[in-house]
């Protein structure tokens, strides 16, 4: 087999990669690596937007093509003060950085008493106490997250800047010992000794910090001993997958140093090198080239198999080469356009490593760095979130407007029109719809509007319905919910309560008076309920309104209910059956993973017991919804598992009457105030699942919801052109999302149903639990209600 027909689970090895050196087909390698790129990476070229902080241009080294380090000065200050390290964050800050960039000479202190006695000014013993003290107090006075290079590291120093940066990065440049000799460009700096620096890649690696390296070329070192280079490094991420990215910086000669007659590397040179290190590592990693320093050839750089051009700043220069000035952003989206792909803003950590924070990233930075990306690790493209008023962003809403989307991959397509044919969708095609942006973004959702128009037609349902939450004490500890008060729980919002039967009774008589067909019900799992309990509630609302659809109970209250009498599921739910429940509600799911929901709600049922109270509620003739609450520690292979499981439950059983989608609201969730969570899902992601749903589970499930609690009217509003066709109850009470911070009221008349639908050009349908039509008469006493209670507001507003 040729080495550039390398399989994607396969990487070269060094006897592979040793025989491309003096390949003559580089363009055949060039599309080999590029293939490669982009079975991981597809059409996205990412960037950072930083601000470039040189804390000191000191350094005991003295490499031989360098200008940033030099020696003290006369005049000139040794270190940055903190104050002039903030202000220059602060000014990257307004520029819209995200990442402040330390870099600094290695150990100055070691070589130069000036630096020394500067230190010691400050207090500190070395240049990496000062720049922890710095990077943190940048990260505390501008929220920047900080990327530090700070040289050779004992496994105590990377310890220490862990606390304080969401990266670290050292490049590696060669692993030839040779051109540290007498006469090489590292001949006198003890730190470039390739021993360790690898030392130091290690030792990152062992402590969990994301790591940046790369190599240098062109600076006397052989093809072959770059290849030894990125192999070493490739042994190292094997070893411990901290490495993020692996740069491939091209050496240019500096006027005034050492090297400044030596010739520097052809493009073709950097292209051969760029190639091999694409096939050296596996498709996801990052391979990047910095674009200031090869300006004329971006557009190759990206066809030989680039993903990535690292830190671009708006407001400082590049202080190792000051000689290239970055390109502006938008002559470099100009660039990587013209290559056929598109640029993408990053953090300083990559999202495969921020969607698993908890692993990477200290404690106290978890937070600030969860509140700024999106379930794929990306950043946040907007200030929206579930359950807060506030305009909708630009960005998206203008997204969905978009007349005839254009730039659609291939790949994509193929999965929508596999959709659409009705076929289950695998899991990493889920994942790629998720993914989708811009052009994509419109054509998923006009993929999944045009399925719900042939399915639905343009009739927009909902239902008019009470919500009693008849308890709010549980004994059960799920991180999400500040609605449940007891012993067990949170204590947040609210005093607790355990309604009275007659209390109950008299809300669904109230309920019905005002034109409900459907009371939903659910509560904590209080301490002292049986499934007994349970009997009861369905009972006392039978006795009050016999005609009145009970909506009731989660599969967690269906297992403990039959748990605590000794009965099989089947069994305590033809009891209920008995009692008069007509439906049950799809909640606690959550994320049907488990990996999910050990962490989210730990003592609740697992994922299979879920599915076995759904199963067994389907075979006995119940209906239910299915939920699915997102945005919050989940990615999204988790969203694509977990509409696969509904899916193919339905398949089995044909229960479901509709997907509910739930946007996770943050605001008062335990698990977001201890630091833990995301603040919900971005508005791209909250309108994406509302369409995805609609396509992975085409066939199979019709009907999907939104909710006005979580989205807001125009939110909801907005998802009626992404494959929305219900927009649930009118509700009446509700409780549980306004716990968690939702400020989207308690009601929402048939009025304001109506008129939301039919702003969006749709026709609304009163309907019952079931999706048959209202009755007329339940009807007309809805909206009759509706005015009356209108009517009676004013009236008290208007008197003195």
Request: hydrophobic letters at 40%; aromatic letters at 6%; proline letters at 6%.
């Amino acid at each position: 087999m040729s080495a550039l027909n390398l399989p994607l689970d396969r990487r070269l090895s060094r006897e592979e990669a040793v025989s491309l050196i003096d390949a003559p087909d580089l363009a055949g390698l060039l599309q080999a690596a590029a293939r490669r790129r982009d079975a991981a990476h597809r059409d996205l070229v990412s960037y950072s937007r930083k601000v470039f902080i040189p804390l000191t241009q000191l350094c005991r080294d003295v490499c031989h093509y360098c200008t940033f380090a030099h020696a003290p000065r006369d005049g000139a200050k040794p270190y940055l003060s903190i104050d002039e390290v903030v202000a220059v964050a602060e000014a990257g800050k307004a520029a819209g950085c995200k990442e402040a960039l330390f870099t600094l000479g290695d150990k100055p202190e070691l070589r130069y008493r000036v630096a020394r006695e500067a230190l010691d000014k400050m207090g500190h013993e070395s240049t990496l106490s000062y720049l922890a003290e710095a990077a943190r107090a940048v990260f505390e006075r501008t929220g920047l997250l900080p990327h530090v290079n700070p040289g050779i590291l004992t496994a105590a120093d990377v310890s220490a800047l862990r606390k304080v940066s969401v990266s670290q990065g050292i490049m590696l440049e060669t692993a030839s010992e040779r051109l540290s000799a007498k006469g090489g460009p590292h001949f006198g700096s003890p730190d470039k000794l390739p021993a360790v620096r690898l030392e130091t890649i290690k030792a990152a690696g062992e402590q969990a910090v994301p790591f940046t390296s790369g190599i240098l070329i062109g600076i006397g070192e052989t093809r072959q001993e770059r290849i030894d280079a990125l192999l070493a490094l490739r042994d190292l991420n094997d070893a411990h997958g901290h490495i993020q990215e692996i740069i491939v910086q091209n050496f240019r000669p500096k006027p005034d140093t050492r090297m400044a007659d030596v010739a520097p590397p052809s493009v073709e040179d950097h292209l051969w090198t760029i190639a091999i290190a694409r096939l050296l590592f596996e498709p996801e990693m990052n391979i990047q080239a910095p674009p200031n320093l090869s300006p004329g050839a971006l557009k190759q750089m990206v066809e030989a198999g680039i993903n990535d051009w690292g830190g671009v700043s708006p407001v400082t220069p590049d202080f190792v080469n000051p000689e290239a000035p970055w390109p502006h952003l938008r002559l470099l989206e100009a660039a990587t356009n013209s290559a056929g792909k598109r640029l993408v803003e990053r953090l300083a950590i990559y999202p495969a490593h921020a969607r698993h924070a908890s692993r990477w990233v200290d404690a106290k930075l978890q937070k600030p760095l969860l509140d700024r990306i999106d379930g794929d690790g990306r950043p946040r493209t907007d200030d929206w979130h579930p359950g807060h008023v506030g305009a909708l962003p630009a960005r998206e809403t203008a997204w969905l407007r978009e007349a005839r989307p254009t730039r659609i991959s291939g790949d994509l397509a193929y999965i929508v029109a596999k959709a659409q044919n009705g076929r289950e969708l695998g899991e990493g095609e889920i994942v790629r719809l998720f993914r989708a942006e811009e052009d994509e973004f419109t054509f998923v959702c006009r993929a999944a509007d045009e399925l719900r128009r042939d399915v639905n037609g343009d009739v927009v349902s909902y239902v008019v319905t009470r919500n009693i939450n008849y308890t709010n004490i549980c004994s059960f500890r799920c991180q999400f919910c500040a609605f449940s008060k007891g012993k067990m729980s949170e204590n947040l919002r609210g005093k607790p309560y355990d309604l009275e039967m007659d209390e109950v009774a008299r809300r669904v008589s109230e309920a019905r008076e005002r034109g409900a067909s459907e009371v939903c019900m659910q509560g904590g799992i209080h301490p002292s309920y049986t499934g007994q309990k349970y009997i009861e509630v369905c009972r006392a609302v039978k006795a009050a309104v016999p005609g009145m659809h009970i909506h009731a109970f989660s599969p967690l209250e269906i297992h403990q209910g039959a748990h605590t009498l000794g009965l099989p599921l089947a069994d305590f739910l033809g009891e209920l059956k008995q009692a008069g429940l007509g439906t049950l509600p799809g909640t606690a799911a959550e994320i049907l993973d488990d990996e999910v929901r050990a962490v989210l709600c730990p003592d609740k049922i697992k994922t299979q017991e879920w599915l076995d109270v759904m199963r067994a509620a389907h075979s006995v003739g119940f209906r239910s919804t299915a939920t699915i609450m997102f945005g919050h520690i989940e990615r999204y292979e988790h969203w694509a598992r977990h509409l696969l499981r509904i899916r193919r439950l339905q398949t089995e059983t044909g229960g479901f009457t509709e997907l509910v989608p739930l946007p996770f609201v943050h605001m008062e969730a335990p698990i977001y105030l201890k630091g833990r969570a995301r603040p919900g899902p971005s508005f791209r992601e909250a309108i994406l699942m509302h369409a995805v749903g609609r396509l992975a589970l085409n066939p199979v499930i019709t009907n999907i919801q939104a909710s006005w609690v979580k989205l807001g009217a125009e939110g909801v509003r907005h998802c009626l052109a992404a494959g929305v066709n219900d927009l649930g109850g009118t509700l009446m009470d509700e409780s549980i999302s306004r716990s968690a911070g939702a400020s989207h009221g308690q009601e929402m008349t048939p009025q304001e149903m109506e008129s939301i639908i039919r702003s969006a050009g749709r026709s609304p349908r009163q309907r019952n639990t079931l999706y048959g039509d209202a009755e007329p008469a339940l009807r007309q006493r809805s909206f009759d209600a509706a005015r009356e209670r209108s009517l009676n507001a004013l009236e008290l507003a208007a008197r003195p």
